[in-house]
């Protein structure tokens, strides 16, 4: 069973249900809209990502042999509920914000129209899929509005949390604008360019470190960034300035270099003049070592002489927002809206749309939410993306995906913009429509 | 090309690494040891897991062709560079600490003897592996502590990041003394116990809670936990009650009621309440919604008549810790010790043991880091666990795991079993012949 691609990658409640559907013919048509109830700490919008990988489950959702297995010999279920699953397929249709659109609580950022058993299935991967690229690709973006014009470099596969997430993590700075990242797989996969020198472990290796900078720029003579904060940052760059002659009569092109500790400002200040001293104005210097957004801000307002950032674990992990209040809830069955009352956790009922409206000069100004049947002005931000368990177009290359989001990024209102939540948060209207939809489920479904 | 096992799963940097370790020739036997440098917020120890991954991982590492592929067609390296690639494997030998087993910074978790490029290769995945479990069975061991013999449950799968969180979260928890998982798939796997009940949109699709209720226990005779806070949870419970008898008459078993919402503690009574009063004195509460270990402890605290929890968000997240600072470093090569001294992350040199010290009545009392090679009395935490590239003995069963990390949080000492930072923490001794060790690599390294 390939971990990613498993029909048993869900919730156990998933087959308890569907097998209650199953034996009680509930097969008719479900609207479930996948959206977050409130912001994130420090967020004022959030940016879609996930869908391409949301629908590739949904297309390619079966139950294989292995599964259908491990299913009937687990004793929880009749042979005929195995049936049922072996048949299963996503024949529904899909609406969603593109990839790279901002928006805000309430808003549906996907929704599912199948028949019950099949909308209800898929809750807990596409939960999974969409909330985690959502969530990385709206942190990376807070490190693009903080260095605006600076080379941003995911570094975080090793403190993601799994395979998935270091790959998918990749993906969705990508999208959000960083320049590409450090894992392998998530160039080989996804085509994101690739960036990497070397670890401390290779100066260590080596009993001296001029020798270690010699080895290794010798080995990738057409650029070569060298690490020099492995035992005193100052005296390493003297070392690499000092290679500089030798370096250019062997034809090496020296990169840059790269600072992975201490007051980052000051060595980049002091190694610039040293790189300068020599004439190596080009060698460029990157940073990385505990970065995030906030650092990202106060190195760019101290003009630290630093070209690019290597983020990880605060970008891979959203680390101080580690997750989203995303869920996907039913809004409709057979024809009739629906809601949920919990207590803090009500939802609005039946298939919504979301309609953007623009000040002058093209900046996002308020959006309204209201349902389908409700015309409104302004841009219908939920488009189809699959009809009948079939997508609607190819998936959109991440390049258009990286348009979109600086095009989005770039129309936020300005107090938005920021690292800090706003004092007046984005208006988000709830139309009069849905209200009256909201009152009328209360009415049909009030206690007899 | 399988995301959680290729080759490809690594930093750019290892096999720019890699392609210098092999033009130069690079070969002899390197150790590197995994350790963290800190404990994270509100943590007094960590308990250690992911080991079978990293095994796994070591025991199959290999490039396939499609890998291969990739790396010939990048362009970054020359064809002996893949050559060599299709060659590598792992070889070398591992010793760790069991999971299951407490452990605190500096204090190495695994450590890997091996020739250079194997050894430095292995890093991000080994990292992002024991890492994750390690988290998340720390996290879990939380709850453990703060909600003894109460029935724990991980709900997490939908806000893990990504697949493979998912299931190592659950694998990790269950270590840690969790009773199983939603999660089908690490059902599958590790044969983990599962847990599951319904959502909420079973009772929506319905146009009766009631109705909802009946065809849930009738699919599923043998024992059923019915949701009861879709619209009102008391009235729910009411519901509930006044089907006992009907039920009792069908021979179906309620096995209990789960509250998703509201005021957890006021909710809990009053349905024991409602239930006892109609006879349902064995059916279980069971609660979800935004727990973590604090709730956990109030709810026991006010004795809260819950008799077990679903644990999602911050358990698999690990929210209020997302991220551990755990390094891999270079601590020997060709036979002579080696040290990072890097501005705050310097490291300490060459092969290192652990050796953990009881007080009387058994409790932990102090642990003493030293090299190999400096015997000392206590109990050795690291262990050999694999020769050559070979596993020693076959994996442990997480029922084995389990007594191991039970007894471990028995054995904590009392001020360290709390959710809080202890006023003292655990004691670990640096010996004296690490510090020697580090003196002579530093006048060894000293700049000329």
């Known amino acids: 069973m390939n971990l990613s691609s498993s029909a048993l990658l869900t919730d156990l409640y998933q087959l ?10 509930m097969r008719e048509t479900a609207v479930f809209e996948f959206f977050i109830r409130k912001l994130p700490p420090n967020r004022n919008f959030m940016m879609a990502a996930g869908l391409e990988q949301a629908l590739d489950y949904l297309e390619g959702l079966r139950f294989g042999p292995e599964e259908l297995e491990w299913v009937a010999q687990s004793g929880r279920f009749p042979n005929e509920f195995v049936t049922h699953l072996e048949a299963l397929r996503f024949t529904g249709d899909v609406y969603a914000l593109p990839e790279g659109t901002i928006f805000f609580p309430h808003e549906p950022v996907v929704r599912v129209v199948a028949p019950l058993p099949e909308a ?25 509005l903080a260095a605006p014009g600076k080379l941003l470099v995911d570094f975080g596969l090793r403190r993601a949390h799994g395979a998935e997430a270091g790959v998918h993590a990749a993906r969705a700075a990508y999208i959000a604008g960083y320049a590409g990242t450090a894992t392998v797989l998530a160039g080989a996969q996804f085509g994101i360019p690739l960036f990497g020198t070397m670890a401390h472990s290779f100066v260590q290796a080596h009993d001296d470190e001029t020798e270690a900078f010699i080895d290794f720029a010798r080995t990738f003579p057409q650029g070569t960034v060298l690490l020099v904060d492995t035992y005193d940052t100052e ?4 070392k690499v300035a000092a290679l500089a002659t030798q370096f250019k009569r062997e034809g090496i092109a020296i990169k840059g270099v790269r600072l992975d500790s201490g007051d980052l400002a000051a060595l980049a200040q002091r190694a610039r003049r040293i790189l300068d001293d020599a004439g190596l104005r080009e060698a460029t210097i990157f940073a990385s070592g505990n970065i995030d957004e906030y650092r990202l801000r106060d190195l760019v307002a101290a003009s630290a002489p630093i070209d690019g950032f290597g983020v990880g674990t605060s970008l891979v992990t959203s680390s101080d927002a580690p997750f989203l209040d995303a869920v996907y809830k039913l809004q409709e069955y057979a024809g009739r809206p629906r809601r949920k009352r919990s207590s803090g956790k009500a939802t609005w009922p039946g298939r919504k749309q979301v309609f953007r409206h623009a000040a002058e000069g093209g900046r996002f100004h308020h959006d309204v939410v209201t349902v389908e049947s409700d015309p409104q002005t302004g841009e219908a931000l939920l488009l189809p993306v699959m009809k009948n368990g079939r997508r609607l177009a190819a998936p959109e290359s991440l390049e258009t995906l990286r348009r979109r989001a600086a095009a989005q990024l770039a129309s936020l209102p300005e107090r938005l913009a920021t690292l800090e939540k706003a004092a007046e948060p984005y208006r988000v209207e709830i139309a009069p429509a849905v209200y009256e939809l909201a009152d009328e489920v209360d009415d049909a479904t009030s206690e007899v």
Chains 1, 2 share one sequence.
């Open 235 to 238: 005296a390493a760059v003297r």
């Open 120 to 144: 209800q299935f898929v809750e807990s991967r596409l939960i999974n899929l969409i909330l985690f690229e959502t969530l990385i690709a709206t942190k990376a973006a807070r490190s693009v």
């Open 16 to 25: 308890t249900m569907l097998h209650a559907y199953f034996a009680k013919g």
